[in-house]
């Protein structure tokens, strides 16, 4: 006797039956029901991939200014590029190119204005893999309606430090802040979450993966890490998209379901777990979101 | 890709849908549960099928999205009643799966009941579904060193426990289909 015995049903047995094929009538039926609800896509991050309208690349060496489409009165033009950052603005988008991001913030904002946003670039610290990427932006004022601000990012055809696409009420009329990464200190917190690459199980873990695992399993990896813990807690809908906030380690059970884990700092980690099934929505006491957070705020 | 969603939802779907079926029944005590995750999961695909890989990928990733399914099913909970009625009662007319399993009374199934419910899936991925550790890195979206480490560890707490029952290990533990 084997592991392969205590089975309750093989694959070859339940292919010889009705009830194991694709079409069968159970399985038809059950296919068809599906296939007649109308896909509504789950919304996923940002996309990676994308389409980077070229602007001219100005290399670190022409440090020169390039700006196109000015207005006969002196308005805001509609592309801007100097040695550290090209921006485009659309009718309701920019397109920007960081080409030098160890460049000095102020050479940020000067592109961002240049385009008629009352724009400030501020340095802000991340994880190594985000050092040198757009953050934000932060918006402060009245959006006008019917607007809202989504970002992209590519890598293919760019030929710059890093490419991307922030979709953005041109006209409105608040400050804008917008963050390049810089490297963070040890223990810094991170203004955006890192991914977790640790190598663990004595061997090296590409990528580490927490989805699904429970909370006791990457406590301990986590431990083994030497990363500080914190937890977000959330509750799913049916359609896959979820709400938490911060909650405090004690309300945390080692059962519940892990769905994702992001590094806060080069030794810190948030946790993010599904509440558990008895737990009803927003009952666990809220706490203030992490450090690191504010570094668009003066 | 080139394919429109439902002529590769309905190639997944005739491709995967035995070991699915199988992958939930083995896994649930009653034939209603592990038809629930059937319609769960392959409903999970029709909504993500763009992010379904290709070829024997997509049986992996099924499995993948089943595992979670499981995980966060209740029991007797039902979220696909109606969908599924059909495949209950031809489920409940199968004489294969139709009647409760009864308890394994088997010292070998008495150990592997013990074991973690880590320990339990890694073992039965393996000797169940026959995949190997590359297969199974996928299934539990870790990596393939990962995945080796810790059927290693499962086999030697699940070796152990047959030892401390008895049983003569270097036969129980040979798994169909692996060389582990």
Avoid at chain 1, 98 to 126: C, Q, S, W
Wanted: aromatic letters at 6%; glycine letters at 10%.
């Amino acid at each position: 006797m084997n592991i392969a015995d205590l089975a309750r049903v093989r694959d070859e047995q339940l292919a010889g039956e009705p009830v194991g094929q694709a079409s069968g009538a159970g399985a038809r039926a059950l296919m068809e029901s599906i296939m007649a609800e109308e896909r509504v896509p789950v919304r996923r991050r940002a996309p990676r991939r994308g389409r980077w309208l070229a602007l001219g690349v100005v290399t670190a060496a022409a440090a020169t200014v390039l700006a196109v489409g000015v207005p006969p009165f002196g308005g805001p033009v509609t592309q801007y590029a100097n040695a550290a950052v090209s921006v485009k603005a659309g009718d309701d988008y920019l397109e920007v190119a960081i080409n030098d991001p160890e460049a000095e913030a102020e050479k940020f904002t000067e592109a961002f204005r240049a385009v008629g946003l009352d724009a400030v670039v501020k340095k802000a610290p991340v994880a190594p893999e985000d050092v040198g990427k757009l953050l934000g932006p932060i918006m402060d004022g009245e959006f006008p309606p019917g607007t809202g601000v989504k970002g992209s990012w590519t890598t293919e055809n760019c030929a710059s430090a890093w490419c991307g696409k922030v979709a953005i009420p041109i006209h409105f009329k608040g400050k804008v802040i917008f963050g390049i990464g810089r490297p963070a200190a040890p223990g810094e917190p991170y203004a955006t979450r890192g991914l977790v690459s640790p190598a663990a199980d004595g061997g090296p873990i590409d990528g580490y993966k927490a989805r699904g695992k429970q909370v006791s399993e990457v406590r301990a990896d986590m431990e083994r890490l030497g990363l500080k813990i914190t937890y977000v807690v959330m509750w799913s809908n049916p359609d896959g998209s979820g709400e938490g906030y911060r909650v405090e380690d004690a309300y945390i059970k080692d059962d519940w379901i892990v769905h994702h884990v992001r590094k806060t700092a080069s030794d810190a980690a948030e946790v993010t777990v599904e509440a558990g099934p008895d737990v009803p929505k927003d009952s666990l006491p809220k706490v203030p979101l992490r450090e690191g957070l504010d570094w668009w705020k003066d | 890709m080139g394919v429109d969603p439902e002529s590769r939802f309905e190639e997944i779907y005739g491709s995967s849908y035995g070991p699915l079926l199988g992958y939930a029944l083995r896994r649930c005590s009653d034939p209603d549960d592990a038809a629930d995750v059937v319609a769960e999961t392959f409903m999970v695909a029709w909504r993500r099928i763009e992010e379904v890989p290709k070829g024997d990928e997509a049986r992996l990733w099924l499995f993948g999205v089943a595992r979670n399914v499981l995980a966060n099913q209740r029991r007797g909970e039902r979220r696909h009643e109606q969908r599924t009625a059909a495949l209950r009662a031809q489920l409940a007319a199968t004489p294969l799966v139709a009647e409760p399993p009864g308890e394994d009374l088997s010292q070998l199934g008495r150990v592997f009941r013990a074991l973690s419910e880590d320990d339990k899936e890694l073992l039965a991925l393996v000797a169940w579904e026959r995949l190997d550790p590359g297969q199974i890195a996928r299934v539990l979206g870790i990596s393939r060193n990962a995945t080796r480490v810790r059927l290693y560890r499962a086999r030697k707490r699940f070796a152990r426990g047959l030892a401390e029952a008895g049983i003569d290990c270097s036969r129980a533990v040979a798994m169909e289909g692996s060389n582990l």
